[in-house]
């Protein structure tokens, strides 16, 4: 029988389904974080629980896979308790006569609208190590960033 006359499944034509992109490098987070992680897998396990529909379920157990592995590879992170900037930290500096502030935590808390930027971006990346009263350098600019107060954010502890 010629190929052509074949009945292929719609199943041929579809796009794989990979696993959910895990971010290369350390998996750190602050308390906060680890605790976000688990409430975030409790929800998943009870909505999977619930759900009966095939395709549902698989996009769910997807989603727990990715949120198990960054639970289990989890390391918490402390901020520095000798006032230098980490994570944890709430971070005031100048860039740009502009003054702003920002929290550096775990990639999976990270919110840029709520001034929460992952460790891995490169303004935290810039600002990392650095003390109050410190210049450091930002997009190829020595002194880009003036630092003017670093404190541990509470909110990150919780």
């Known amino acids: 029988m010629s190929v052509a006359f074949r009945r292929e499944s719609d199943d041929e ?3 794989p389904e990979f696993e959910l992109p895990i971010a290369v490098g350390p998996n750190r987070v602050t308390p906060r974080g680890l605790r976000l992680l688990a ?13 009966t529909e095939g ?12 949120f198990h592995t960054r639970q289990a590879t989890a390391e ?5 308790a000798d006032g230098s900037v980490g994570i944890g930290s709430r971070v005031t500096y100048r860039l740009n006569n502009a003054e702003k502030t920002i929290t550096i935590v775990g990639g ?12 891995s971006a490169p303004l935290a990346r810039a600002l990392m190590g650095a003390e109050v009263g410190e210049s450091v350098e930002y997009q190829d600019r020595e002194d880009a960033i003036a630092i003017l ?9 919780a």
């Open 13 to 15: 034509h579809k796009e």
């Open 39 to 51: 409430e975030q897998v409790g929800r998943l396990e009870a909505e999977l629980a619930q759900t």
């Open 55 to 66: 395709e549902a379920r698989k996009k769910l157990q997807r989603r727990l896979r990715y």
């Open 76 to 80: 918490v992170k402390e901020p520095p």
């Open 108 to 119: 999976d808390e990270a919110d840029p609208a709520m001034g929460w930027v992952a460790f």
């Open 149 to 157: 107060a670093v404190e541990t954010d509470p909110e990150t502890q």
